[in-house]
């Protein structure tokens, strides 16, 4: 069982930073792969970023590539996401999630579906 919590949403203005970060309880933290997604209301909710569970690998969706980084301190059960440049149609609740399935070959980073657990959710609001 992993419980998960976001923080470090907000209000910003085009162009600012915000650096988001969830942080998870469980031993077998470390074991996970994480995600963040995001959705805004009548949406579905959409892949953003996700890492493997060392670390050595990250996923970043096309609209964010370049802008966003994700990272984890498995000694800390912490997952972060850096945005950068952020724009008014980043705005939306984003969510941390943990995925505790063994893959073979091809993983589905980004099918929210596949992930077991999920934060609540933090407000991020980028103004124009």
């Known amino acids: 069982q992993v419980q998960l919590v976001e923080s470090g949403g907000g209000l910003v203005q085009a162009g600012g930073s915000l650096r988001l970060s969830c942080a998870a309880s469980?031993?077998?933290?470390?074991?996970?792969?994480l995600g963040w997604f995001r959705q805004t209301p009548g949406k579905e909710r959409e892949f953003v970023a996700a890492?493997?569970?060392?670390?050595?690998?990250?996923y970043d969706a096309d609209s964010v590539k370049g802008r966003f980084t994700i990272s984890r301190d498995n000694a800390k059960n912490t997952v972060y996401l850096q945005m950068n440049s952020l724009k008014p149609e980043d705005t939306a609740v984003y969510y941390c999630?943990?995925?505790?399935?063994?893959?073979?070959?091809?993983?589905?980073?980004?099918?929210?579906?596949?992930?077991?657990?999920w934060g609540q959710g933090t407000q991020v609001t980028v103004s124009s």
């Open positions: 999630a943990a995925n505790g399935h063994t893959y073979v070959g091809f993983i589905p980073y980004y099918r929210a579906q596949e992930y077991d657990y």
């Open positions: 890492i493997s569970w060392s670390g050595s690998r990250t």
């Open positions: 469980g031993r077998t933290f470390s074991r996970y792969l």
